[in-house]
């Protein structure tokens, strides 16, 4: 999935890779999926996209924008973006594919659900969309002790830690995955209720996830995902699929995981007590 590190490390390298290219053709939906998500009709992008010149690409939370003239490309969600140069195999299935005027390739297909969407500039009212571009990212200094302390309220002082962070764009891109190592850094566990943290708690977490954040990005993305090479991440997950069963790296106590609130919970029972 396209958490906040991803999406700020997919754009960086897609800037780098195809801003100033000529999109020659666009070809949308051409596999079937369920689960992906189009802005209007997709056999529209054909017509929407050609003859643009990439001029930039941002993130928005867990969101990869792209300009293209006076359009825009979003990836959102389970998303996997991978660059092809000239000439390299490409996938025989896809929900988008760009060729630029060089013979090069952006392709975007969808695994489990996820955004791949056209549209002219300022015409997406999506809410995620419009919140994720409105709220600050933990990586900027907008994003300050005041600014997480003014998110607890008593409207989320009986949610869980995961429902107080990973639900309802309080934080945009912070989903369940980068979630497990934010908790397991600040030593707390993801059912503790967000109305019981003292000040020193919230100060704790507030920590832990810009400098968890800080660390993911700065390496490039979790291990857990992939780049638009399709490279895995340089950032060890503490708490992750790749991690369950294992002895946890503090206490040596095994990592536990369980089915919680639609979604997988990772911890240690001995260092994320509630």
Known sequence: MIELPEAAVLAEQISKTVVGKRIKNVIAAQTPHKLAWYFGDPQEYKSLLTGKVISGVTSYGGQVEISAGMAKLLFSDGVNLRYYNSGE?????HQLLLEFDDGSHLVGWVQMYGGLSA?????????????AQEKPSPLSGDFDEDYFRSLFDQGTAKLSLKAFLATEQRIPGLGNGVLQDILFNAKMHPKKRAGTLSATDQKVLFDSIKNTFSEMTAKGGRDTENDI???????????????????????????????????????????QRI
């Open 229 to 271: 090479l399709g490279k895995p991440g340089a950032y060890k997950t503490r708490l992750s699929k790749n991690t369950v069963g294992q002895p946890c790296p503090i206490c040596g106590t095994l990592i536990k995981k369980e089915a919680y609130l639609g979604g997988s919970i990772y911890y240690c029972a001995r260092c």
């Open 89 to 93: 195999k490409l996938p025989d299935k």
């Open 119 to 131: 549209f002219p500039g300022g015409k997406n009212d999506n809410k995620y969309y419009l919140i």
